[in-house]
């Protein structure tokens, strides 16, 4: 069966968070080159042949005679999903708990496990565990791989010397959500939150004896406590991980907000992903262009500043409502994002000193029609020594100060 038809008749699409179809297609759009070489079926051969050797080194191939419980189920969950592909399960040597995991590949599904989670899983348990692992396979293979390509393009970007903390993070994120959507495929699978949530516990916490409602009960006295974000790399905390399946079940779509929350957070400076960076460029750039829209901010000491922040940067009509515009895409945005933005507009206020006060009237004017005014106060007054005194009548009299210059360069 095709991958399209997968995903109509699983509704594949449904159960796959917001956050990884917009990284797909910003990584297509953004490193186009990049993103042909690594969707190539050259570049996909050469990957099966290294992980499969791989494989072979570190762990047990297990056969399906002396295994046929774990295979059945596999080979249940595999039609379940329509996959339509063989599947081989490992022993990992040497381990050092109790794991699961599925090797990247797409036309082979090759499942490694590591201490007894075979033999120490209740049925239930076992088949929650398997269509997690398969639905990893499951998800590199619909949409004409395209998430497979995804993980590959952040993987060569992170492992590169020049790596950025926007790749670490989006590619950190992508683990992330990528778990959220194997735990729901494991739930489609099994079709109660209760066992899928136990082989969680089970697995992580390597205990025989597990329940999963005093576990949920758990992880909301942790939910009452205040906002929980995320601080793991590959993994969402377990008590994450059991909360976001009990509330898919429970409403599904309406809470991927909430399960985004817990991911990701606010947006702060100090931690961007690689869309949120964009997003931030964007910003900054559209925030330049509002605050030189003045004929008599245009000189050429304000342009070679502004090229200090995009070397391609022009001189572009901008219309008053633009504010307006800036100042809805602002309301969303961290405390540490908004004092940026307050300094992008302190550095463009003594760009040119030969303007005097113009360029700092005209800050005040965009900072306050963008909520950002009390940021902007502080640090103006701290960096400029402006007093109290003086900060109030230039606040008082930026609007005529801004027309009359406006009226200057017109006349």
Not at 8 to 35: C, G, M, T
Not at 148 to 169: P, Q
Request: glycine residues 2%; charged residues 30%; hydrophobic residues 45%.
């Amino acid at each position: 069966m095709s991958n399209s038809n997968v995903q109509e008749n699983l509704a594949v699409d449904r159960l796959i968070p917001p956050y990884l179809k917009s990284l797909a297609d910003f990584l297509q759009s953004q490193l186009p080159d990049a993103w042909q070489w690594m969707h190539s079926d050259r570049f996909a051969r050469d990957d099966v042949e290294s992980i499969r050797l791989e494989l072979l080194r570190t762990a047990v191939r297990l056969d399906r005679q002396s295994h046929a419980r774990p295979y059945e189920f596999a080979d249940l969950v595999s039609a379940e999903l329509m996959l339509e592909i063989p599947v081989t399960l490992y022993q990992l040597q040497n381990p050092s708990g109790w794991n699961a995991a599925a090797m990247p590949v797409t036309e082979h599904a090759h499942l490694l496990f590591e201490g007894p989670v075979l033999k120490e899983l209740g049925d239930d348990e076992l088949v929650a565990v398997l269509a997690h692992e398969l639905a990893h396979v499951l998800l590199w293979r619909i949409d004409d791989g395209r998430h497979r390509t995804a993980l590959r393009l952040l993987d060569a970007l992170c492992d590169d010397s020049s790596a950025s903390a926007a790749h670490l993070e989006s590619d950190r994120l992508r683990r992330l959500h990528t778990e959220i959507f194997c735990d729901r495929v494991a739930l489609f699978v099994v079709k109660d939150p209760l066992p899928a949530i136990a082989s969680l516990i089970k697995v992580g916490t390597q205990a025989g004896d597990v329940d999963p409602i005093a576990y949920l009960k758990q992880a909301d006295e942790i939910f009452a406590a205040g906002k929980v974000t995320s601080e793991q790399v590959t993994h969402p905390e377990l008590f994450i991980r059991a909360r976001a399946l009990k509330l898919w079940s429970d409403s599904a779509d309406a809470i991927q907000q909430s399960i985004d929350d817990m991911l990701a957070g606010d947006v702060h400076l100090d931690c961007l992903d690689l869309m949120q960076r964009d997003r931030v460029g964007d910003l900054t750039r559209r925030t330049i262009e509002a605050i030189t829209r003045y004929e008599w901010f245009r000189t050429d000491a304000v342009l070679s500043h502004a090229r200090l922040y995009f070397d391609d940067f022009k001189w572009k009509r901008v219309a008053k409502s633009e504010a307006e515009q800036l100042a809805s895409q602002f309301q969303s945005l961290d405390a540490s994002v908004k004092q940026y933005f307050a300094y992008v507009l302190l550095d463009f206020a003594t760009s040119d000193r030969e303007l005097d006060d113009l360029p700092l009237a005209a800050a005040i004017d965009l900072a306050e029609q963008l909520s950002i005014i009390d940021a902007f106060k502080e640090i103006a007054c701290k960096e400029l020594r402006l007093r109290v005194k003086q900060w109030n009548e230039l606040t008082a009299n930026r609007s005529k100060l801004l027309q009359r210059a406006e009226k200057g360069t017109k006349g």
